[in-house]
Nanobody
């Protein structure tokens, strides 16, 4: 069982930056797809960024060039650095994981992800 705990959310003005962290318990040598999702009130959960065990990343078009996903295996942490934030980035942000292969093409859809954190709120004001 993998447990995920997010932190680092908060309120920021448009143009500002935030860094979200996801602490991963029981990291093993198994290959995982890991991802950040977000969900705004009244909207569906959407993929923001993914990273596989080989550290290949993918991003939603809406965040490309502004967000960066990294992982630190030594610290068992997944990080989402968010720059040039916009009001439309306001949402609850979740980290998620599922077993994959080392070079998995990780999905932006939430359905394959078995493990989820509790979420952290990000609010961007104009």
């Amino acid at each position: 069982q993998v447990q995920l705990v997010e932190s680092g959310g908060g309120s920021v003005q448009a143009g500002g930056s935030l860094s979200l962290s996801c602490a991963v318990s029981r990291y093993t040598d198994k290959a995982y797809c890991m991802a950040w999702f977000r969900q705004a009130p009244g909207k569906e959960r959407e993929g923001v960024a993914t990273i596989n065990s080989a550290r290949y990343t993918s991003y939603a078009d809406s965040v490309k060039g502004r967000f960066t996903v990294t992982k630190d295996n030594a610290k068992n942490t997944l990080v989402l650095q968010m720059n040039s934030l916009k009001p439309e980035d306001t949402a609850m942000y979740y980290c998620a994981a599922h077993l994959g292969t080392y070079y998995s093409d990780c999905e932006m859809s939430p359905y394959p992800y078995k493990y989820w954190g509790q979420g952290t709120q990000v609010t961007v004001s104009s």
